[in-house]
């Protein structure tokens, strides 16, 4: 019997991360795309490996990939999205903190998704009703938390809102300070930290629409019951977008309150 979708993104994740593993340590060459990216001989070869999988299981289905791209129609019902190793310049440096990415979008919409960390061989993974995590074997729900007061942001460029968000003046607001405590884990990975309560938000002006990075992220979030919004607190794929995932609601006002600072200032 062939695997259901779900348990389909789980494997085709592990094929992955086991991948990124295996070259952890190793002399790392980059190969140059554009600007500061570049991929590595681990994204490549993580890459083929969870395509292999996937087209094994499911030939018919489109698959989109950060590094050979679309194959397949982009108008297809069922369409994978492949992240293989999204904190590749972490990676790269020898940093532990990255996130091996594969999710489902079945006639626009996310339906299952899984998000490997290699490292800690965790599973974080979702079927569209409720949200996980698997160590050996065991799957424990994930209950989103703002105990912690952590809150992730992403401070890569592009910028494209910048006249009216800078993440970096986010960090710099005097209500900011007062309530939250930055981390820049540079990953994906921070999105199902979100989603398991080890971080109480994630801001990001990143573009999410139709991205591989973040396109598994954001379904454990949603199916986790945080909060996922743009950064002006409408639905993330309307108004200014990008992105504000907060494990409660009372979080995700406080943050696009100070986000809101920021526009009436400028």
């Known amino acids: 019997m062939s695997l259901v979708d779900a348990d389909l993104a789980i494997q085709a994740a592990r094929a992955g991360a086991a991948v990124v593993r295996s070259h952890y340590g190793t002399p790392v060459a980059r190969i140059a795309k554009s600007g500061w990216d570049f991929a590595t001989a681990a994204d490549i070869e993580a890459e083929a490996a ?7 299981a499911r030939p018919e289905d489109a698959l989109l990939a950060e590094e050979s791209g679309l194959s397949g129609s982009a108008g297809d019902r069922r369409v994978w999205l492949v992240d293989p190793l999204c904190g590749t310049l972490n990676f790269a440096v020898h940093t532990m903190l990255v996130s091996v990415n594969v999710a489902l979008r079945v006639d626009g919409k996310v339906v299952v998704a899984a998000a490997a960390d290699p490292f800690a061989q965790e599973v974080f993974w979702t079927d569209g009703t409720g ?3 698997r160590r050996a074997g065991t799957d424990q729900r994930l209950t989103p938390s703002a105990e912690s007061a ?3 942001v992403n401070l890569d460029p ?3 809102n910048e006249r009216v968000f800078r993440a970096a003046r986010l960090l710099a607001q005097q209500g900011f300070a007062e309530r939250f405590r930055p981390r820049v884990v540079s990953t994906s990975l921070a999105l199902a930290w979100v989603a398991a309560g080890r971080r ?5 002006d990143g573009q999410p629409r139709d991205s591989v990075h973040f396109a598994a992220g954001i379904a454990l979030c949603a199916a986790a019951g945080c909060v996922v919004t743009g950064i002006d607190g409408q639905p993330w794929g309307s108004g200014l977008g990008r992105l504000v995932a907060a494990a409660d609601a009372g979080t995700h006002a406080e943050l696009v309150a100070l986000i809101a600072q920021q526009r009436e200032s400028a």
């Open 150 to 152: 952590l809150v992730d």
């Open 50 to 56: 969870i395509l292999a999988v996937l087209r094994a």
């Open 131 to 133: 949200a996980w995590v």
């Open 200 to 204: 109480a938000a994630y801001v990001t």
């Open 158 to 160: 592009p910028y494209p």
